[in-house]
């Protein structure tokens, strides 16, 4: 094919035969003679095992004499790989050329039949402009869409969440997709998430600016329990973590500390075992307070606990869940720091006795500006029914209210009756 474009095109598809998935569907008219063979033994090796690249004796074997081994070298000549996105800029510039020179032809012959009778019929060049036009336009449709579905996308998300969302079912219309999510990547729109291949997140590049005079750094008033607000200072956005073995203390001593903040604070509740009647037996075991005298809110709750946070309130999670990829606890942390303003978060999870951390190890201790364990007691021998033994440790204190570390200090403590 005497073409330069058509030539480098194959020998593209060659070198890089997975560009069919750009554009497998303009190339498939493009081609005539020994082209179209070319091109659809290529196609048929990619369908068979989708290589990286075509060796040319392998090429020339399959076609089995029907195209000479030296034109297909000479396909070859001055080609390099090339990328999906400029694939099909390639591909739509000779489909151009192609259908120009229909419409050159039929308006040459056109006239000649003017010449003649002295008429011409037009009807024919409609469609063929029309086509001209069209080169393309299906790609720049949908390459706007894809950008418009990323920019819109909240959170992180996977090529296939993106095929399943933008219709992409053709292994064109994938490699589209694939293309238009590289340039953003290139582009420093989007940031590949590590967590395997096809997974991307939108890079936020606004930042708010912190007014350094017009900041106060008053710690906010609050009771802790154990005694824990006379040793650290909380500040807004704090996050606090109580990492328990079951059954050591973890629900019992979050309500203590909503008992003695509600008074001064707005509180919520996040609770995920029982229901309200188990809720309510619990606040019937504090005989310090009446029930009328408890004031916080209380929802059932179990995930997606950054998606009801008040930002400005103080709230309590008893408790969070974490799932079998532990790492994540971390992540979901770090989605509740982020929807708090003015207000705190007060966590419980669970811990294995046999770890120093809770659930998630030691991915749960970056974000909490206070990180405390419960352990039970096994100093205590013969313990009675309705008493736990317990004791807690400090992990992590960020902020000090004395000169020094509170970290790993340890107290032992008991509960009775809940």
Same mark, same amino acid.
Request: some cysteine; hydrophobic content about 40%; proline content about 4%.
């Given at each position: 094919?005497?073409?330069?474009?058509?030539?480098?095109?194959?020998?593209?598809?060659?070198?890089?035969?997975?560009?069919?998935?750009?554009?497998?569907?303009?190339?498939?008219?493009?081609?005539?003679?020994?082209?179209?063979?070319?091109?659809?033994?290529?196609?048929?090796?990619?369908?068979?095992?989708?290589?990286?690249?075509?060796?040319?004796?392998?090429?020339?074997?399959?076609?089995?004499?029907?195209?000479?081994?030296?034109?297909?070298?000479?396909?070859? @000549?001055? =080609?390099?790989?090339?990328? *999906?996105? !400029?694939?099909?800029? %390639? /591909?739509?510039?000779?489909? $151009?050329?192609? &259908?120009?020179?229909?419409?050159?032809?039929?308006?040459?012959?056109?006239?000649?039949?003017?010449?003649?009778?002295?008429?011409?019929?037009?009807?024919?060049?409609?469609?063929?402009?029309?086509?001209?036009?069209?080169?393309?336009?299906?790609?720049?449709?949908?390459?706007?869409?894809?950008?418009?579905?990323?920019?819109?996308?909240?959170?992180?998300?996977?090529?296939?969440?993106?095929?399943?969302?933008?219709?992409?079912?053709?292994?064109?219309?994938?490699?589209?997709?694939?293309?238009?999510?590289?340039?953003?990547?290139?582009?420093?729109?989007?940031?590949?998430?590590?967590?395997?291949?096809?997974?991307?997140?939108?890079?936020?590049?606004?930042?708010?600016?912190?007014?350094?005079?017009?900041?106060?750094? @008053?710690? =906010?008033?609050?009771?802790? *329990?154990? !005694?824990?607000?006379? %040793? /650290?200072?909380?500040?807004? $956005?704090?996050? &606090?973590?109580?990492?328990?073995?079951?059954?050591?203390?973890?629900?019992?001593?979050?309500?203590?500390?909503?008992?003695?903040?509600?008074?001064?604070?707005?509180?919520?509740?996040?609770?995920?075992?029982?229901?309200?009647?188990?809720?309510?037996?619990?606040?019937?075991?504090?005989?310090?307070?009446?029930?009328?005298?408890?004031?916080?809110?209380?929802?059932?709750?179990?995930?997606?606990?950054?998606?009801?946070?008040?930002?400005?309130?103080?709230?309590?999670?008893?408790?969070?869940?974490?799932?079998?990829k532990f790492w994540l606890v971390g992540e979901m942390l770090d989605e509740i720091y982020r929807k708090l303003g003015k207000g705190i978060a007060y966590v419980n999870i669970q811990k294995d006795p046999k770890t120093e951390a809770g659930r998630g190890g030691w991915f749960g201790l970056e974000r909490p500006q206070l990180y405390v364990t419960l352990d039970k007691d096994y100093?205590?021998?013969?313990?009675?029914?309705?008493?736990?033994?317990?004791?807690?440790?400090?992990?992590?204190?960020?902020?000090?209210?004395?000169?020094?570390?509170?970290?790993?200090?340890?107290?032992?403590?008991?509960?009775e009756d809940g």
């Amino acid at each position: 094919m005497a073409d330069n474009t058509a030539r480098a095109i194959l020998g593209s598809l060659i070198l890089s035969p997975g560009l069919l998935t750009a554009s497998e569907e303009l190339c498939d008219s493009l081609f005539t003679g020994r082209d179209k063979v070319i091109f659809s033994m290529i196609e048929k090796i990619w369908d068979e095992n989708q290589p990286e690249h075509i060796e040319l004796p392998l090429l020339a074997d399959r076609l089995d004499g029907k195209v000479s081994a030296v034109y297909i070298s000479s396909l070859l @000549d001055g =080609i390099c790989a090339i990328q *999906p996105a !400029g694939f099909v800029n %390639l /591909v739509n510039e000779l489909a $151009r050329k192609v &259908v120009a020179r229909s419409i050159v032809k039929l308006v040459s012959d056109g006239g000649q039949e003017m010449v003649k009778t002295g008429e011409v019929d037009l009807s024919s060049l409609q469609p063929l402009v029309k086509k001209y036009e069209s080169i393309g336009e299906k790609e720049r449709r949908m390459s706007d869409d894809i950008r418009l579905w990323v920019f819109t996308t909240i959170g992180e998300f996977g090529l296939g969440t993106a095929y399943k969302e933008l219709g992409a079912k053709t292994t064109q219309e994938q490699g589209l997709v694939r293309a238009v999510i590289c340039n953003l990547v290139k582009d420093g729109e989007l940031a590949p998430v590590g967590r395997g291949y096809g997974y991307y997140r939108r890079v936020e590049k606004t930042l708010e600016e912190v007014d350094l005079l017009g900041v106060a750094p @008053d710690p =906010i008033d609050l009771y802790l *329990p154990l !005694g824990l607000h006379y %040793l /650290v200072k909380l500040y807004p $956005r704090a996050i &606090v973590v109580v990492a328990g073995v079951g059954n050591m203390g973890k629900s019992a001593l979050a309500y203590d500390f909503i008992k003695n903040n509600m008074d001064k604070h707005d509180i919520h509740l996040f609770f995920s075992e029982g229901d309200s009647g188990s809720l309510r037996e619990r606040i019937d075991q504090h005989k310090d307070r009446m029930l009328g005298e408890w004031r916080f809110r209380a929802y059932p709750r179990t995930q997606h606990f950054s998606d009801v946070i008040f930002k400005d309130s103080i709230n309590v999670i008893d408790y969070l869940l974490v799932p079998d990829k532990f790492w994540l606890v971390g992540e979901m942390l770090d989605e509740i720091y982020r929807k708090l303003g003015k207000g705190i978060a007060y966590v419980n999870i669970q811990k294995d006795p046999k770890t120093e951390a809770g659930r998630g190890g030691w991915f749960g201790l970056e974000r909490p500006q206070l990180y405390v364990t419960l352990d039970k007691d096994y100093d205590i021998e013969n313990p009675a029914d309705n008493v736990q033994h317990c004791v807690a440790k400090i992990l992590k204190a960020k902020s000090w209210k004395r000169k020094w570390n509170p970290d790993g200090k340890v107290m032992k403590f008991s509960i009775e009756d809940g």
